[in-house]
């Protein structure tokens, strides 16, 4: 008789239940994490009137926590960094303990179209409310520094009596669409896309279904060849196209962006017109509103959703489940090289010239905007641009003005013909006002500019150089020619101080790339000039012939690059 024990068999595991990523449309309504909780525990547009009938009559101590730190943001507020705190404890320090009592305001700019009293009330709110700070950023907002609560009120009243406002400038919704600064002037202009811009800002900023997102959601709208809203790294785009058959549209493009995991934006294969747009640009933001992942903030923008499923499946999810139509099939956008940014003079098809001016990395006050309101009244313009590279444009100039105009915004700091590094220089807020930032940025960036302007005097091509203070890459590091990402580094005497990781050879255009990074290579703030300079001239004696240098920095050795 057999002693062997009976052979047993194991029970067969269950399969893991997969986590769900809180999307809605797949039922998961119930919030997965604190942001998601405030926002369904009152919806974040209505803490306006908290601010009018509350927190402006009893100041900052009385502000709610979740208001403060999460739905004032739906009004373009977000509280500055207090002064003093170095970057060191950016990551260590509770958020109330960075939190000053003061607010930055952006001033929420669709299409960077302003006139002469917009641009004068602005300058208003800022000399009277913000210690007279202005910064243009590379969303074609203005952010002003230094806003007290309980002068709210009145700044909107202000703002929104000629025509402005910050409804949704920040959180989880629409925020500014970006648009060619130069839409209906521009002598090769595919498409004008000026209405289209407010019929979206006109129908959809300010609906609450809207306005409840997984996070954040840019739009970039132009129809220039130039490409000069940055289209590939917006969440969703529509690009000027001419289509064989139905002329001149729109290509959609979902599911770019930048931060600590970039993405190059898909091209979904449709050509849509201008009065379909709006309701093909609201289609895409339900999609993201319904299907986006709600359960981590870090994998919560559209980007991700459009890489796991790629443009096939979205637009058909668009079509099927939103539109309820099929649209018509696109054809491929003609790419540049470089997104224009119309720094310059240049005519206008009309006849008259638009002038592109240059600020040290965005950085005015109140008192140059009002300046520049002068300037343009001047000269008889009442058309001003803001710019997605932190530049400013006036339009409708005489040819026989144009000399004089130049010098007279020479004389208030904006310069027409600037040196290619003042011209291609961007800087993110930094660590004055940033509770994010870790190192300074726009003093830095603009000393930079001046020391290259003297050592580097010989540069003949463009060379971008965009400086971010956190890893966040609102100054777009990786697109960069040289991208430096604010970060704290050891230098030569062991002491922990402020430096930059290194990008290098990111572009946008026919063949995008996020930049090469170069393996254990950081920067200490104090020798950017120097490193700067040592890059530029190793580019400048190796580049062949029409080499460009994000090209040259693909390809170089490390000993060049270092």
Known sequence: MSTDSPTTTAPAARPRRKRGEGQWALGYREPLNPNEQSKKDDHPLNVRARVENIYAHRGFDSIDGADLRGRLRWWGLYTQRKPGIDGGKTATLEPEELDDRYFMLRVRIDGGQLNREQLRTIAGISTEFGRDTADLTDRQNVQLHWVDIVDMPEIWNRLESVGLHTQEACGDCPRVILGSPVAGVAEDEIIDGTALIKTIERDYIGLKELANLPRKFKTAISGHPSLDVVPQINDIALVGVVHPEHGPGWAVWVGGGLSTNPFIAQDLGVWVSTEEAPEVWKGVVEVFRDYGYRRLRAKARIKFLVNDWGAEKFRQVLEDEYLQRKLIDGVPVEL?????????????????????????????????????????????????????????????????????????????????????WRQHTMACTGIEYCKLAIVDTKDRATATIGE????????????????????????????????????????????????????????????????????????????????????????????????TFATWAARADEELLR
């Open 336 to 420: 540049t090289t470089e997104p224009g940014d119309h720094v310059g003079v240049h005519a206008q098809k009309d006849g008259k010239f638009y002038i592109g001016a240059a600020p040290f990395v965005g950085r005015v006050s109140g008192t140059v905007l009002s300046q520049l309101a002068d300037v343009a009244e001047k000269y008889g313009s009442d058309r001003i641009r803001t710019t997605a590279h932190q530049k400013i444009l006036l339009l409708d100039i005489a040819e026989g003005d144009v000399e004089a105009a130049v010098e007279d915004l020479r004389a208030i700091g904006l310069e027409a013909r600037p040196s290619l």
């Open 452 to 547: 290259l302007e003297q050592r580097v005097p010989d540069l003949d091509v463009p060379v971008t150089v965009n400086v971010n203070g956190c890893p966040n890459s609102c100054a777009r590091v990786q697109t960069a020619d040289i991208g430096l990402k604010g970060q704290l580094v050891m230098d030569d005497a062991g002491n922990q101080v402020e430096g930059f990781q290194v990008h290098l050879g990111g572009l946008l255009g026919e063949n995008p790339a996020f930049g090469r990074k170069l393996r254990a290579h950081k920067v200490t703030a104090v020798e950017v000039p120097n490193y700067i300079e040592n890059l530029t001239r190793n580019y400048l004696k190796d580049r062949t012939d029409g080499e």
